[in-house]
């Protein structure tokens, strides 16, 4: 799978969201009264991509799976020295 541009990771997080708040026949209404954020922020959301982090996974609570951003950064390395230590050698096959 090719890596995304942040524009385009945003476009498909504000896509899939619209998705799945018409897949319930939510309004921005109703998706605002569940979230708490307000109906003109999904409004923008939908249309330019651009919400707050705070905003985000609170739509993701209510539309979502928001235990997924507990796992983001997991698999990260955790001090310069992990990513600058030099990977065992595998030995060849003879």
Do not use: W
């Amino acid at each position: 799978m090719d890596a995304l541009l942040p524009s385009e990771a945003f476009q498909k997080l504000s896509k899939d969201f619209r998705r799945a708040r018409l897949n319930r026949n939510h309004s921005r209404q109703r998706a605002a009264e569940l979230s708490g954020v307000p109906s003109s922020t999904i409004r923008k959301f939908e249309s330019t991509s651009k919400i707050s982090l705070m905003q985000f996974v609170s739509l993701c609570g209510v539309y979502g799976d928001i235990s997924k951003f507990t796992d983001l950064f997991k698999s990260l390395p955790h001090s310069i020295e992990e990513i600058e230590k030099p990977k065992p050698r595998q030995r060849g096959r003879g």
